[in-house]
């Protein structure tokens, strides 16, 4: 079983960052991709990037491209999205999530956060 937790969440202005963080515990043999979800009231979860944990690559939604960032602490288990000149309709829910393929599927990622609010006010 793997476990992930996120943090980092909170109200920023637009124009302003914010960096989350995913820590993973437990079984993390098979993992291939960690990606990175959001879900704003009303809305389907929307795919917002990965990075692909063998080859080290990401990969991003043209919605967030050049303005959020995804990387990793192998020594941590640790993947973060930082996030630059936000933008009111960035607000969300956001949630990682841990999948056996690097895939921008949400239905193909096996295991889930609990989620972190982001809210970006104008």
């Known amino acids: 079983q793997l476990q992930l937790v996120e943090s980092g969440g909170g109200l920023v202005q637009a124009g302003g960052s914010l960096r989350l963080s995913c820590t993973a515990s437990?079984?993390?043999?098979?993992?291939?991709?960690m990606g990175w979800f959001r879900q704003a009231p009303g809305k389907e979860r929307e795919f917002v990037g990965y990075?692909?944990?063998?080859?080290?690559?990401?990969y991003y939604a043209n919605s967030v491209k050049g303005r959020f960032t995804i990387s990793r602490d192998n020594a941590k288990n640790t993947v973060y999205l930082q996030m630059n000149s936000l933008r009111p309709e960035d607000t969300a829910i956001y949630y990682c999530?841990?999948?056996?393929?690097?895939?921008?599927?949400?239905?193909?990622?096996?295991?889930w956060g609990q989620g972190t609010q982001v809210t970006v006010s104008s």
């Open positions: 999530a841990a999948s056996k393929y690097v895939t921008t599927r949400h239905q193909l990622y096996d295991y």
């Open positions: 437990g079984r993390t043999f098979g993992t291939l991709a």
């Open positions: 990075i692909d944990l063998s080859a080290g690559s990401t």
